[in-house]
């Protein structure tokens, strides 16, 4: 689909604040309120737009640790990247997991209620992963920026 | 903090799925009342667990078909060095987050770009002009899937 100069303004507004409602969003962009709700929709049905979906805090639940885990994989497993990422979608501690070209094959993005416990998922449930060649870990310290918008 | 039962954790992972669907679709999902159900979630967004809502969309619809990971080492480190890097990197509108971790490596950035050439201006021209900029490190998303998490 072809998307213009209001349908980019739309986006732009949208993605800087997700929670706006309709008439709110369609006065920032300079639209009507119709015009806004239509071409929403129009992005919505040509997927551009796939749906919103809450952000959790997990420190606000209690998960005070978050773990960059940075694998490469032994290559010469023909299956290495499947029976790895099948087996960590099996950890619930796991709540990202990204696969790369690079020098890091893959990345899982690890959250644990405190340092004793993700010694336990890491020893547990992390170097029990198949097919693990290197592990490096960054530990999260802050998060300064984390936005989906585009600069469009 | 707060406790959350059952059927919060389940409203949290329905949300996190769709954060679209009324308090009265999730409320007859999980046989709660529309007003029950809207009063969970309002409580799991005053605790700040649901932080937020964010927009999916299609990057690649939008003209942006890289992102890329970079780890990022300061050259020197220093109080002064790193409120600069921070405020200098978070202005950079092709930085979607921007995270301080201990490890390998000082900061994990993500940049989204149109294409590779796109990518190396970006670096280029923003990234290794930052002020105390070190080593850096590219990795290329390929795919990234968000998981549930321990809400099961």
């Not at chain 2, 201990?102 to 490596?105: H, I, N, P």
């Given at each position: 689909m072809q998307i213009d100069d209001t349908d980019r303004r739309l986006l732009r507004h949208l993605m800087a604040d997700p929670g706006l409602a309709t008439a709110e969003l369609a006065a920032r962009a300079g639209v009507t309120p119709a015009t806004c709700w239509r071409r929403l929709e129009r992005l919505r049905a040509a997927g551009v737009i796939r749906g919103t979906a809450a952000v959790i805090d997990w420190r606000a639940l209690g998960w005070e640790v978050e773990v960059s885990l940075r694998f490469t994989l032994d290559k010469t497993a023909p299956r290495a990247f499947d029976d790895f990422i099948a087996a960590a979608r099996e950890v619930p501690e796991v709540i990202g997991i990204e696969t790369f070209l690079g020098r890091v094959d893959l990345r899982l993005n690890v959250i644990a209620r405190d340092m004793r416990h993700y010694k336990e998922v890491y020893r547990s449930r992390i170097l029990t992963l198949p097919h693990i060649a290197d592990i490096e870990a960054l530990m999260l310290v802050s998060t300064i920026r984390d936005t989906e918008a585009l600069p469009i | 903090m707060i406790d959350l039962d059952a059927t919060d954790r389940a409203l949290l992972h329905a949300l996190s799925q769709d954060a679209g669907q009324s308090a009265g679709a999730l409320g007859r999902r999980f046989g709660l009342s529309q007003p029950a159900a809207w009063r969970r979630i309002r409580r799991m967004e005053e605790a700040g667990i649901i932080a937020g809502r964010r927009i999916v969309v299609d990057r690649e619809a939008l003209g942006f078909g890289v992102t890329v990971f970079l780890g990022v080492k300061l050259a020197t480190r220093g109080r002064i060095s790193v409120d600069d890097f921070e405020r200098a990197v978070a202005a950079i509108p092709e930085v979607q987050v921007v995270q301080h971790v201990?490890?390998?490596?000082d900061y994990r950035l993500r940049v989204v770009a149109r294409d590779i050439a796109d990518f190396e201006r970006v670096l280029r021209r923003r990234i290794m002009t930052l002020p105390g900029v070190g080593q850096v490190e590219a990795n290329v998303l390929l795919s990234e899937e968000r998981r549930p998490g321990p809400l099961g």
């Open positions: - | 201990l490890g390998l490596f």
